[in-house]
């Protein structure tokens, strides 16, 4: 049985947007899968750039999870499990794109956020303007670089990360550092084109 589950906006609990999936009851998915539904979907936000496509990717993620509920349980971390598996669907999904290319009009929509209530108008266009810049150079990044900072800033180290990648740690490492500086400068172009980039999330 599957059920609606509405928008977390504080991304607390195991509410994800707009996902369908299984119904938790106390069985193996409640245990194994949503304790780290928050971090599938923030990390499918930032690797697609908009919620719809995220709450598919999860929802791809989860309906595989239900398949393989054993194979799951049996691995000491269901999280870099799942961040694995969604991987592989992201990478799926971009190579039938780029087999198959469409066209769109749509403006990708940001992932919901909650403004401050010390912060007064000028602070607040200010952020929105910031965050929006950042939203749109980790866009412009290819999908390798995305995934790598997306897991990134949910706090993985190299070792975990490549146990998710599969991707060696001198390898990741430099590709790690080769992403870091294609962000700062697809920031630092849009503040500055005559600016020199500046590494970010530099931390090993």
Known sequence: MY??????RSFKGPAIAGVSVPDFGKGPFYTLVAPHLDRL?????RLLGNTADARDLVQD????ACENLPELAASSNPDRWLLRVQRNRFIDRARRRQRAPVVTLRVPARTERLAST?????????RDDDER????????LDETHRLLLSLRAEGYG???IEAITGIGKD???ARLHRARRSLAHHLDA??????QPTLVGSKT
Do not use: K
């Open 171 to 173: 390898v990741l490492r």
């Open 133 to 140: 810049a950042l939203d749109l150079a980790f866009q412009q």
């Open 158 to 160: 190299l070792a975990e």
């Open 190 to 195: 849009r503040e500055d084109p005559t600016s």
């Open 61 to 64: 993620t989860c309906l595989i």
């Open 41 to 45: 979907f923030r990390v499918a936000c």
């Open 118 to 126: 010390d912060a007064g108008p000028e602070e607040l266009l200010l």
């Open 3 to 8: 059920r609606y589950i509405p928008l977390s």
